[in-house]
């Protein structure tokens, strides 16, 4: 098979593929759950590169033995995980989900349950499900297609999922597990570990500025060098031929992040 992939013409949304593939490299043998579509191709990215010790699902019900494209049926199975089982392996803890977000606040809170005062929101979103459970349990990240300042606010509307300074003032019973590992958007990737637990710029992608980032940011990231801040990575030629021609050959990546 002769390869189309080239190093010259990398795509935001490959960059963010193996942005995401990177959060989950060192984990080890552990439940990798992605929800929706760019956090499962990053997952099946690291699965096959950086970290093959991964357990995947398909996301509805089954244990994956093989990694299939992205929104293909499963052609290997392992076993069965319906979703009561789901909440048995958030409580163990050997788990590690990436999430999305309506809201990421500089404390690193997530809000996916309403836009407005708790008591008469102005608009109800998908309600807080297993974020709470999530956060408090297991290791959890966050996937941002579009960074914006509606999506990067000062504080959430709602706290569905719990950043690192809220479950310390909680008690342990929400802190010990507590792991707020990274956030990738579509311009830039973050951690939660700047000064008092707060939202830490780690990169931006190649072709985004730091003025940029802070820009579609509705806080202070509190950069002082931007110099200083590193360029994401961009994928390996082995990366591409996996995200173009095994993961995602029909480009659904780009209904994410669209080509420039």
Not at 48 to 54: E, W
Not at 128 to 137: F, I, K, M
Not at 147 to 172: I, L
């Amino acid at each position: 098979m002769t390869s189309s992939a080239s190093t010259t013409d990398i795509t935001r949304a490959d960059v963010c593929a193996a942005a995401v593939a990177d959060a989950f490299s060192e984990d080890g043998e552990i439940f990798g759950s992605p929800m929706g579509l760019m956090p499962m191709l990053g997952v099946r990215l690291a699965k096959l590169t950086s970290n093959p010790d991964l357990v995947l699902s398909d996301g509805e019900s089954l244990f994956l033995g093989g990694v299939p494209p992205v929104g293909a049926k499963a052609d290997v199975v392992e076993g069965w995980i319906p979703f009561r089982r789901v909440f048995d392996v958030v409580a163990y803890g050997k788990r590690h989900v990436m999430m999305g977000a309506t809201q990421v606040d500089k404390d690193g809170n997530q809000n996916i349950s309403a836009i407005g005062p708790f008591d008469r929101p102005k608009r109800q979103l998908l309600g807080s499900r297993g974020a709470p459970g999530n956060t408090v349990s297991n290791r959890t990240s966050y996937w941002v297609p579009k960074h914006s300042t509606r999506v990067f606010v000062d504080a959430v509307d709602v706290v569905s999922g719990v950043g690192p300074k809220r479950a310390k003032e909680a008690g342990v019973g929400a802190s010990k597990y507590n792991d707020i590992h990274r956030i990738v958007t579509n311009l830039a990737v973050f951690d939660v570990k700047g000064p008092g637990d707060t939202v830490r710029l780690l990169s931006v992608h190649p072709g985004v500025t730091v003025a940029e980032v802070q820009e579609a940011t509705g806080f202070d990231l509190g950069v002082s060098d931007p110099a200083a801040v590193p360029e994401t990575r961009t994928p390996t030629m082995e990366e591409l031929v996996l995200i173009r021609e095994v993961l995602d050959p029909k480009g659904l990546r780009f209904k994410e992040v669209p080509a420039a």
